[in-house]
């Protein structure tokens, strides 16, 4: 959870999930717009986020064994390392 503070003082919000967006030409969360209309500023208590992404095509087994497979091929060719030429 992170504690968001607005620049007047009145208000301040604990935010477990934000969406970032762009807005005046700031990135902001998009949860913590405070009543004066202002958005509210966190400053991070430990390191970065960390984002977990769920999309199927980012598996690393799935991907992984793509990659291997057209590099096997790119290297060793379609006849094999093993056999004679």
């Known amino acids: 959870m992170t504690l968001y503070k607005c620049e007047c003082g009145s208000q301040e919000k604990e935010i477990n999930k934000a969406t970032i967006v762009l807005r005046n030409g700031k990135w902001v ?3 913590a717009l405070c009543d004066c209309g202002k958005y509210m ?3 991070p ?3 970065m986020p960390e984002i977990k ?3 199927a ?3 690393r ?3 992984g064994d793509k990659l291997w497979a057209s590099a096997k091929e790119k290297l060793v060719g379609e006849r094999g ?3 004679t030429f």
């Open 41 to 43: 500023d966190s400053e």
């Open 81 to 83: 390392i093993n056999e």
């Open 57 to 59: 095509s980012l598996s």
């Open 29 to 31: 969360a998009k949860e």
């Open 53 to 55: 992404r769920t999309e």
């Open 45 to 47: 208590l430990e390191g």
């Open 61 to 63: 087994k799935k991907r």
